[in-house]
């Protein structure tokens, strides 16, 4: 008997539910949410006109066409200012690579072989021309490698971008930084600053 009262239930239940899901049209004039049947759900937002793909394949092309897709266009100077430091550390190390190595060149050539060799008024022997050929090649290496860093961290930042065009922000939401004050048994009276979420 319970259980065929139960079952009554979940059968009314089931019905009800079942009746309710009509096709329903809601616009408004950013969002609309359109329910053609019971399995496909439509959702148009502002958000679709940021496709994450295309933001992608823009930053891939050519850097910073990503975020003036996403219309940030305030990360311009970051992508460009990154790309032009990095540029600048490259050929300061790469000046460095050729000077040293030429010196180092010149050195074997006059017949200064021996690691503590030098030549007359020069100032560092061959092992020390050795060493800072491969510390200027390494330094260089470096920073062309986090060129590659710099152009890979562009394309993900449009990426995530585009995709975070969706998420609506809670307007309660802040962080505050304010002062504290505690008692604790173990440490007595403290006193600070403490980093306050409200939601």
Same mark, same amino acid.
Request: charged fraction near 20%.
């Given at each position: 008997?319970?259980?065929?009262?139960?079952?009554?239930?979940?059968?009314?239940?089931?019905?009800?539910?079942?009746?309710?899901?009509?096709?329903?049209?809601?616009?408004?004039?950013?969002?609309?949410?359109?329910?053609?049947?019971? /399995? +496909?759900?439509?959702? #148009? =937002? &502002?958000?679709?006109?940021?496709?994450?793909? *295309?933001?992608?394949?823009?930053?891939? @092309?050519?850097?910073?066409?990503?975020?003036?897709?996403?219309?940030?266009?305030?990360?311009?100077?970051?992508?460009?200012?990154?790309?032009?430091?990095?540029?600048?550390?490259?050929?300061?190390?790469?000046?460095?690579?050729?000077?040293?190595?030429?010196?180092?060149?010149?050195?074997?050539?006059?017949?200064?072989?021996?690691?503590?060799?030098?030549?007359?008024? /020069? +100032?560092?022997?061959? #092992? =020390? &021309?050795?060493?800072?050929?491969?510390?200027? *090649?390494?330094?260089?290496?470096?920073? @062309?490698?986090?060129?590659?860093?710099?152009?890979?961290?562009?394309?993900?930042?449009?990426?995530?971008?585009?995709?975070?065009?969706?998420?609506?922000?809670?307007?309660?939401?802040?962080?505050?930084?304010?002062?504290?004050?505690?008692?604790?048994?173990?440490?007595?009276?403290?006193?600070?600053?403490?980093?306050?979420?409200?939601?």
């Amino acid at each position: 008997m319970k259980n065929l009262i139960i079952l009554s239930i979940l059968a009314l239940l089931f019905t009800t539910a079942l009746h309710a899901q009509n096709k329903v049209v809601v616009e408004n004039e950013s969002d609309s949410l359109i329910t053609e049947s019971q /399995d +496909t759900v439509l959702l #148009k =937002s &502002y958000a679709t006109r940021y496709n994450p793909r *295309k933001a992608l394949l823009y930053a891939a @092309i050519a850097p910073g066409l990503g975020q003036i897709y996403n219309k940030k266009y305030w990360k311009l100077p970051l992508v460009y200012g990154g790309f032009v430091g990095i540029g600048m550390a490259i050929n300061f190390y790469n000046g460095l690579y050729t000077k040293y190595k030429r010196d180092l060149f010149a050195n074997l050539e006059d017949g200064y072989v021996n690691d503590s060799d030098r030549r007359p008024g /020069d +100032t560092y022997t061959t #092992k =020390s &021309y050795r060493v800072a050929v491969d510390r200027s *090649k390494r330094s260089r290496d470096f920073w @062309i490698i986090m060129m590659g860093a710099m152009y890979i961290l562009q394309i993900v930042d449009a990426h995530v971008d585009a995709h975070l065009k969706e998420f609506d922000l809670n307007p309660q939401l802040h962080v505050s930084i304010e002062p504290m004050m505690e008692q604790n048994y173990m440490l007595g009276k403290q006193s600070g600053f403490s980093l306050v979420f409200r939601f």
